[in-house]
DNA sequence: GCTAAATCTCTTAGAGACTAAGATATATAT
DNA sequence: ATATATATCTTAGTCTCTAAGAGATTTAGC
C-alpha cells in the first residue's frame, strides 16, 4: 500500500470515527435534556450561556438559528424553571440580557458528570505531550466546523441556480 | 506549577474546547437539516442509517431515545422524501428494515462537504502518526460517550428519592 | 396444535415547541 | 420632529413528540 493511499484510508477512518463519537455526543445531550425535564433547545441555550457568559436574547436567537419568537419560549421557560434571569439593558432598555442563575444550573451541570469521568478515563492514557496534541487539534477543528457552517449558511442565502454544484470529493481508498 | 497542576489546567482546557467544538457540530447538523429541508430528528435517523446501514424501525427508535410512534412519522417523512424505503422481513413479517436510496440520499451527503473540506483543511497539518494518535483518541472518546450516556440513563432508572436532586420539571417520558 | 404472552409497528389524541407575521417599545438618523 | 431601524414579545397556526393502546405476527408453555 503506497503512503498516500494508506493515509487516505487513514482520513476516511478518522472522518467515520469523529461522525461516530459526534452522533453519540448528541444523543448524550439529548439525555441530559429530558433527564433535565427541559427541550432540547433550552439546554442548548444553557451551553450557549455556560460559554459565552452573559448574552442577549437576540444573540441567542442569532447563535441557535431559532426566532427571536422561539427564544422568548425557550428563556420564559428557562426562567420559570430558575435556571436563568431576564436583566433589561439600562443603557439600551430594548435589549434584554439573560444569565446564568448558577446556584440552579449547577444541578444541570452535575448531569455533565457521568461524561466528564469518562473522559477523564480515557485522558488518562495519554501523556502531557499528547494531551497537548488533541487540544491542539480540538481547537483547530473548533474553527473548522465554524468555518464549515458558515459555508453552508452561505448556500442557504445563494439561490438554487447560483450555487455551485456540491460534489463529492472522489473517496481515496 | 507543578507537574499535576499543569496537567489539571490542560484537562480543563481540552475539556472546553470539546464542548465547544461539540456544540459547534450540533450547530453544523442543524444547519444542514435546515437546508435539507427535513427535521432535526430524521436526519439523525439518516446518519444512523449511514453508520449502521439497513436496521430495523424499532432499532431506530432505541438508538434515538424517540418513541415507536414517533418513528413511524419520522420513516414516513423520509420514505415521502424518498430518502429511504421501507422493507418488510420476510422471515419475521412484524418487523419493518429501513433502507436508504442512495441516489436521493446522496444529496444530503453533499450537505457535509463543507465540513468534510474544512477537516480535511486541518487535517493536513497533522503528520500520519499524528493522524493515528487522533484516531486512537476519537475511538476511545466514543466508547468512553457511550458508557456516559449509559450511566446517565441508568441515573433515570434509579428511583428519584435515591438519587441527588436533579430533576427541575416533571419528565414527559 | 392451541392458547397466552411477548414482540414489533402503527394509530390516535392531545401537548409542547416552532415559524411567520406583526405589535410594542426604544433608539438613531435626517 | 419625523421616519427608519432595532430588539423583544405576542399570536395563530403547523409540526413533531409522547402516551396509550390496537393490530399483526411470533414464541413459549402445556
Redesign the pocket.
Known sequence: MSRTKARAALLGELEEAMRRSSAQGVLYGQTVANVAG?????LECMDILYLEGRV????L?EVT?????????????LEKAGLVR?ERDE???????IAVVPETAMKIGQLYVPMQQAMEKVFDAYSDEELRLLLRFANEGYKGVVAATTALKGLLDTPPEKRPDLKLKKRRG
Chains 1, 2 share one sequence.
Do not use: E, P, W
Not at 442577549?56 to 444573540?59: K, L, Q
Open positions: 427541559i427541550a432540547n433547545s433550552d442577549t436574547a437576540g444573540r436567537a438559528g431559532l426566532t427571536t419568537g422561539a427564544i422568548t419560549g425557550v428563556v420564559d421557560r431576564r443603557a439600551d432598555r430594548r435589549k434584554v440580557y
